[in-house]
């Protein structure tokens, strides 16, 4: 990959460019009052393709990254009045990725280091739980609905 191109791909990957469109308003307030927006005692921020693009290969994130920013673009073009995203939560695991959260949250370190966190996520180490957001439902937007309901 050309250094234009992995350049391209990290300027676009922020809560800045994604929340420069309206429709993405109320995500990006209900982000900046989450742990991983930077509402934290480190004051680290998420990028948002870290939690919305696939990190298990170049490839599939690539490929990734290029539909969904085609299908943002046209979205905001034809359809993003009429969306309904309060609806659309129902199928977040179809756009929030496991793999992004394994990028900064090892677990396999807490089995003998933190007991209490090893048991809480026995049931996805062994594959019963097929993703993080199953159980932690609000990652990323803290009180997503209020954001969306006042902004959309």
Partial sequence: MSLGAAEMIELTSGQEFCSSCHSMEGAALAYKENIHGGNNKNGFSAKCADCHLPHDNALHYVTAKAYTGAKDILG??????????????????????????LKCHDLSVIRY????????????????????????????????????????
Avoid: M
Wanted: hydrophobic share 30%.
């Fill in 76 to 101: 905001e073009i034809f359809w993003a009045d009429s969306f309904d995203w309060i609806d659309n939560l129902k199928h977040k695991e179809n756009f929030t990725y496991t793999s992004g959260c």
């Fill in 113 to 152: 280091d933190i007991p209490k966190a090893y048991l809480a996520h026995k049931d996805f180490l062994s594959g019963k739980v097929p993703s993080c957001i199953k159980c932690h439902e609000n990652v990323g937007h803290k009180h997503i609905k209020d954001f969306l309901t006042k902004k959309n």
